[in-house]
């Protein structure tokens, strides 16, 4: 086996130029990627972006059709799932409906060889419960559980081996949101408390930004762009990626005049509109197409007879929708020369103002700040 680099020794999973192919269609498409130790992780992307397929590489369900996938520094193409120090917890849970949660959760251990001793299985699975909530617990059926129940057998049957590498298949996409809200803080919680790295697939942006210490969001194949959940937010690459994290308004448009630090677009009506470039992008080209992007959050929504001091933009509008959410009240308005604008009020800012109906006039408008000037891709 090859000494590790230094580099290595900090580094659990590594994708160096990896593929995947099934014929003609490329699922997996030269991707380069590094996991640091005891991170939790996370692949995000619609359907068939190449989420799952990488996620399986790592587990061994998948070989790569170039490249080379890495786990604390050593190569593992050609190694079988069951000798790799990893373990996965798929979408369904996948237990042994035969078997109660004791012998669910010993199985993985009775499959070692040597197998370790009678008490020793016993009270591996027994610290294995406590930390998973579930002591207690040992002789129950699985169609005894609820789901979360399940969830958490399926965890401490991953856990127990004790891998480097713990994957999770979407595995909260069968619960309820409440539930999928209290299990995503429990799996934050149980991450720290082992330690180890979780790499999570999902689809749900909520949940990746919630989670994890890094993202990957993927489109194509390819990743579009890595890093942690307030950059991915508040730095997006391009539309791409404003559009799948949290919500945006987009104003397309052609660049008008650039400079090292924004751009002013011309907008279909011949309005043009500033903007910032965010720290990842490349100054656009005059007349590239382009498009401004203002998070609902910075927007802001007055009277019409009180327009907002201090805004680079401001816009007359009428209500269209009113959704309150609790925490936040969420507006669509149909702005003069803009089109529909989404618009989230605080519940401060909700108890200032009174609230507006639909049919209201308005004022809406954003600090250049708050625009970001995007490449279309």
């Given at each position: ?10 580094i659990?999973?590594?994708?160096r ?9 490329r ?12 991170t ?96 207690g ?27 480097t ?35 999570l ?15 990957c ?99 007359p509008?009428?209500v ?11 507006y ?6 803009l ?15 009174g ?9 809406i ?13």
């Amino acid at each position: 086996m090859p000494a590790r680099s230094d580099h290595s020794r900090d580094i659990d999973i590594e994708f160096r130029g990896v593929s995947r192919h099934y014929g003609e269609i490329r699922a997996v498409d030269g991707i380069d990627l590094s996991v640091p130790k005891g991170t939790f992780f996370s692949f995000l992307g619609p359907s068939g972006c190449g989420k799952t397929t990488s996620l399986r590489m790592i587990a061994g369900f998948e070989q790569p059709t170039a490249g080379d996938v890495l786990i604390e520094g050593s190569s593992v193409v050609g190694t079988p799932p069951h000798r790799r120090p990893v373990n996965m917890v798929f979408q369904h849970y996948a237990l042994f409906p035969h078997l109660n949660v004791f012998d669910n959760i010993a199985y993985g251990l009775r499959q070692r060889a040597p197998r370790p001793a009678r008490a020793e299985i016993t009270r591996r699975v027994g610290e294995t419960l406590d930390l998973v909530r579930l002591g207690g617990f040992e002789s129950r059926r699985v169609w005894e559980l609820s789901g979360g129940q399940q969830q958490r057998v399926a965890l401490a049957r991953a856990l127990i081996n004790k891998p480097t590498v713990l994957l999770l298949d979407e595995p909260m996409a069968a619960l309820d949101r409440k539930l999928r809200r209290d299990m995503q803080i429990e799996l934050q919680t149980l991450q720290r408390d082992v330690g180890i790295t979780f790499v999570l697939v999902t689809h749900d942006q909520e949940e990746a930004l919630s989670m994890s210490d890094s993202i990957c969001i993927m489109r194509h194949g390819r990743i579009v762009q890595a890093g942690g959940a307030r950059e991915l937010y508040d730095e997006p690459v391009n539309r791409y990626v404003a559009d799948f994290v949290g919500k945006s308004n987009f104003l397309d448009g052609t660049v008008a005049d650039t400079g090292a630090s924004g751009a002013v677009l011309r907008l279909a009506d011949g309005r043009t509109i500033a903007g910032r470039y965010t720290s990842t992008a490349t100054p656009l080209a005059r007349e590239a197409k382009a498009c401004i992007a203002v998070r609902p959050e910075l927007v802001s929504i007055t009277a019409a007879q009180k327009p907002a001091g201090g805004m680079a933009v401001n816009a007359p509008a009428r209500v269209k929708n009113r959704i309150y959410l609790g925490e936040q009240t969420e507006y669509l308005v149909a702005a003069e020369g803009l089109g529909d604008i989404l618009a989230m009020a605080s519940k401060t800012s909700e108890l200032a103002s009174g609230g507006f109906s639909p049919g209201d006039e308005v004022v809406i408008g954003w600090p250049e700040s708050a625009a970001l000037v995007l490449a279309e891709e």
